[in-house]
């Protein structure tokens, strides 16, 4: 049982170049997450997903497009990176019933680095 | 809207010492959920402690327990016996109860130091 895990765990990119950061889950949550952590600010929240085939925004959604194809699986894509997306990047899932409702379960995290 | 406030930018604490954490929130909400999730150097976010609020009982997970204050909406932190290990940034996050919708609100985080 790995929990959440995230690929790749550190990249740079220069300025207009794509990326997919991937983000799976064995726990068979329903609920995925997708957070960005920069200095002083704490987590705040990209876009994310209540199910297979189901995406939405969150906080600060501009710049990043996702996809939930499997329930397992949580794709973040930048489709031209900026040098304000430097961030670290954490996925998270959550339960839908039994004694943990309500917690989510992060990844390791991904450092981005847009030069 | 939902906030979380933590006003203790940075902390010490002599190894195994006592500390404690603080946290408040602001909410209109009778029903949530609140957490004190761990991150140390390796970045990983780790769940320390887990508190419904319609529980009146304060959460405990061996070293690390909680001030629940409901009304007063105060969500601190205890760590008894601190160890090296505890060294970390330590985030209060607010959640409300129900749908997928409902998202994790954090503080800004406070940092631990243990100290030998």
């Known amino acids: 049982n790995a929990g959440v895990t995230q690929t790749p765990k550190f990249r740079v990119l220069k300025t207009g170049q794509s990326m997919t950061l991937l983000c799976a889950q064995d726990?068979?949550?329903?609920?995925m997450y997708w957070y960005r952590q920069d200095p002083g600010m704490g987590l705040r929240l990209i876009h994310y997903?209540?199910?297979?085939?189901?995406?939405a925004k969150g906080e600060v959604p501009d710049g990043y497009n996702v996809s939930r194809l499997k329930k397992q699986n949580f794709l973040l894509g930048l489709e031209s990176a900026a040098p304000s997306q430097t961030s670290v990047y954490f996925c998270?899932?959550?339960?839908?019933?039994?004694?943990?409702?309500?917690?989510?379960?992060f990844g390791p995290g991904t450092r981005l680095t847009v030069l | 809207a939902q906030t979380v406030t933590q006003s203790q930018p940075e902390m010490s604490v002599q190894e195994a010492e006592t500390v404690t954490l603080s946290c408040t929130y602001d909410?209109?909400?009778?029903?949530?959920?609140l957490f004190w999730y761990k991150q140390p150097p390796s970045r990983q976010m780790i769940l320390v402690i887990r508190q419904e609020a319609y529980k009146q009982q304060n959460a405990t997970e061996n070293r690390f327990s909680v001030n629940f204050q409901k009304a007063a909406k105060s969500f601190s932190l205890k760590i008894s016996d601190s160890q090296l290990g505890d060294t970390a940034m330590y985030f209060c996050?607010?959640?409300?109860?129900?749908?997928?919708?409902?998202?994790?609100?954090f503080g800004t985080g406070t940092l631990l130091a243990v100290q030998p």
């Open positions: 998270a899932s959550r339960p839908t019933s039994g004694g943990a409702l309500g917690t989510q379960y």
């Open positions: 909410t209109s909400e009778n029903n949530y959920y």
């Open positions: 996050a607010f959640m409300k109860h129900g749908g997928a919708t409902n998202k994790l609100i």
């Open positions: 997903s209540v199910g297979e085939g189901t995406t």
């Open positions: 726990m068979n949550h329903e609920y």
